[in-house]
T-cell receptor, first 113, second 115 residues
Framework: QKEVEQNSGPLSVPEGAIASLNCTYSDRGSQSFFWYRQYSGKSPELIMFIYSNGDKEDGRFTAQLNKASQYVSLLIRDSQPSDSATYLCAGRAGGTSYGKLTFGQGTILTVHP | EAGVAQSPRYKIIEKRQSVAFWCNPISGHATLYWYQQILGQGPKLLIQFQNNGVVDDSQLPKDRFSAERLKGVDSTLKIQPAKLEDSAVYLC?????????????FGPGTRLTVT
């Protein structure tokens, strides 16, 4: 079992719709979770991070964390064609692991006009 | 604030040759990471430095890969000899400290093609 697993893609949504990206993790020692966006040929850029159970909103993005279910999600409201990219979920452990970041395989999102 | 710098941006070598990548992190960042990202996959951590000490190299293929960060600033990653499966983008990242709450900033990456 992979440590961080993302829902299989690719995901295609129409412009203006809600895109839902999901991620599960196996390491209960993971303390915080990060969503990165990666455009083709570019390096990952941070969208949001979350470390408490519940929802965290930032503009059109909402991250959700459920530690009991070991589940993380990212909702993108009012999706735009510019949101088309690969979305990477990553978990980060604390303590003696020095904050090691473990990435999922990524989900390709396409927003079509 | 300048971002993470990497060079070269692209490199094509033949198998069994050697190659080196360079990374300059954001000024003041104590933690430096090297990731390997194979096409279609998420980045995989190869090695993590805290200042000039290695804190995690569990996924570094030590028979062919080596990395150093001698003065706690710049870092180099070397592959010798290269294999076809080493074709990937090598990403360098840095963060202020090795703590879950600190963001990692990524450089533009070096795309390596081994033929």
């Amino acid at each position: 079992q992979k440590e961080v697993e993302q829902n299989s893609g690719p995901l295609s949504v129409p412009e203006g719709a809600i895109a839902s990206l999901n991620c599960t993790y196996s390491d209960r020692g993971s303390q915080s979770f990060f969503w990165y966006r990666q455009y083709s040929g570019k390096s990952p850029e941070l969208i949001m991070f979350i470390y408490s159970n519940g929802d965290k909103e930032d503009g059109r993005f909402t991250a959700q964390l459920n530690k009991a279910s070991q589940y993380v999600s990212l909702l993108i409201r009012d999706s735009q064609p510019s949101d088309s990219a690969t979305y990477l979920c990553a978990g980060r452990a604390g303590g003696t692991s020095y904050g090691k970041l473990t990435f999922g395989q990524g989900t390709i999102l396409t927003v079509h006009p | 604030e300048a971002g993470v710098a990497q060079s070269p941006r692209y490199k094509i070598i033949e198998k069994r040759q050697s190659v080196a990548f360079w990374c300059n992190p954001i000024s003041g960042h104590a933690t430096l990471y090297w990731y390997q990202q194979i096409l279609g996959q998420g980045p995989k951590l190869l090695i993590q430095f805290q200042n000039n000490g290695v804190v995690d190299d569990s996924q570094l293929p030590k028979d062919r890969f080596s990395a150093e960060r001698l003065k706690g600033v710049d870092s180099t990653l070397k592959i010798q000899p290269a294999k076809l499966e080493d074709s990937a983008v090598y990403l360098c990242a840095s963060s202020l400290w090795a703590h879950p709450s600190y963001e990692q900033y990524f450089g533009p990456g070096t795309r390596l093609t081994v033929t």
